[in-house]
């Protein structure tokens, strides 16, 4: 994996877990959907 990749992967991560954080409860935030 480049480092790149990585840290394209870890916004993304980031950017779904900031949109899971304005719908859901917390539990959820723990790990990512599978999308």
């Given amino acids: 994996m480049e480092v ?7 916004n ?5 877990r900031m949109n899971l954080r304005m719908n ?7 790990f990512h959907p599978p999308y």
């Avoid at 790149?4 to 870890?10: E, L, N, P, S, T």
């Avoid at 993304?12 to 779904?16: A, E, K």
């Avoid at 859901?24 to 723990?30: A, E, K, S």
């Fill in 24 to 30: 859901t409860p917390g539990p959820v935030l723990t």
């Fill in 4 to 10: 790149c990749d990585v840290r394209f992967f870890h």
């Fill in 12 to 16: 993304y991560l980031s950017f779904l």
